[in-house]
């Protein structure tokens, strides 16, 4: 397909450039405490099967919060599930979210170096809907969870994650919402009367990984089959700002990236806006 091989070097430079390859210790279920706002975060490793591997997923939700709670997906930048993605599945559950960190590649690969990260990612951009079979099978089981409010789902992403929140969206995912944090755009091209989720997408106005015109066919492509959609851009913000880790790879891999706080802070509290309209 055209847009591949853009995609693919987008994505070696995302993965190269904003991810940690670290992993946590992981061990038994367990009940962690969380200071702001008196919240007991419980974590757990769950196991999920999906097609022809088994994904070694993590989640998360406020022991204290006795109701339901929306369910909200997070996809990892390219080196897979690794430590980043499950700090973001204990802020959502601080803030009263069911959420659940995929291991979108599954049995837990992890990419430790840009080869091996690229090599894991490749797949899921020559075929798109196998990131879409594997994100309703992590759906699928958040959902037969008491905690977890089956009617309001929601997937956010990273770099390689934001690529394929947007894309599961395109191809139609039953989902209420998809975010990207400086996800890839030139994704597949959506039909009409295909997407079902609600759109937000928070790019780095100082991206230099994705062209102004690949900003503008994005925005073209959705308009074009009436997409509901927000397009955030951040000033000064780099490909992967959201990262800490972001300083200590552009040093090692000498890119032109940086974290940068003022921007990670806006668009977290724009998903958070944007859920509550989501779900108001």
């Given at each position: ?24 210790n ?10 702001v706002?008196?919240?007991d ?7 999920i ?6 994904m070694?997923?993590?989640l ?37 979210y ?23 990612a ?5 075929n ?6 594997r ?11 008491e905690?977890?409010?089956?009617t ?8 390689f ?5 947007l ?14 944090f400086?996800?890839g ?12 989720s ?9 991206d ?6 690949e ?22 913000a ?7 880790e972001?300083?200590?790879n ?10 940068n706080p003022?921007a990670?802070?806006?668009?977290w ?11 108001k």
């Amino acid at each position: 397909m055209k847009y591949l091989a853009p995609l693919l070097a987008m994505i070696f430079i995302c993965g190269t450039i904003s991810c940690t390859s670290s992993t946590a210790n992981d061990g038994a279920t367990t009940l962690v405490k969380n200071t702001v706002g008196m919240t007991d975060i419980k974590v757990e490793n769950v196991t999920i099967p999906a097609d022809t591997t088994n994904m070694q997923c993590f989640l998360a939700y406020d022991n204290n919060n006795k109701g339901k709670r929306p369910i909200v997906l997070i996809l990892p930048e390219w080196w897979g599930l690794n430590d980043y993605p499950k700090i973001r599945a204990k802020q959502l559950a601080a803030l009263g979210y069911f959420a659940l960190a995929v291991d979108l590649y599954g049995n837990g690969s992890i990419g430790i170096t840009p080869d091996q990260a690229k090599a894991l990612a490749g797949g899921f951009y020559s075929n798109p809907k196998l990131a879409v079979s594997r994100i309703q099978a992590a759906l699928n089981k958040a959902k037969t969870y008491e905690q977890a409010d089956s009617t309001k789902t929601a997937a956010i992403g990273y770099c390689f994650g934001g690529s394929m929140v947007l894309n599961a969206a395109k191809l139609g995912t039953p989902l209420d919402a998809v975010v990207s944090f400086h996800g890839g755009l030139a994704g597949i091209t959506p039909a009409k009367n295909t997407i079902k989720s609600k759109i937000l997408v928070c790019h780095g106005m100082a991206d230099k990984f994705i062209s102004p015109q690949e900003v503008a066919n994005f925005r073209k492509q959705l308009d074009s089959v009436g997409a509901n959609y927000i397009f955030k851009e951040y000033p000064n913000a780099t490909h992967a700002f959201t990262n800490p880790e972001s300083n200590e790879n552009a040093k090692k891999f000498n890119m032109p990236v940086a974290y940068n706080p003022e921007a990670d802070k806006k668009s977290w509290n724009d998903m958070k806006t944007f859920f509550d309209t989501v779900w108001k």
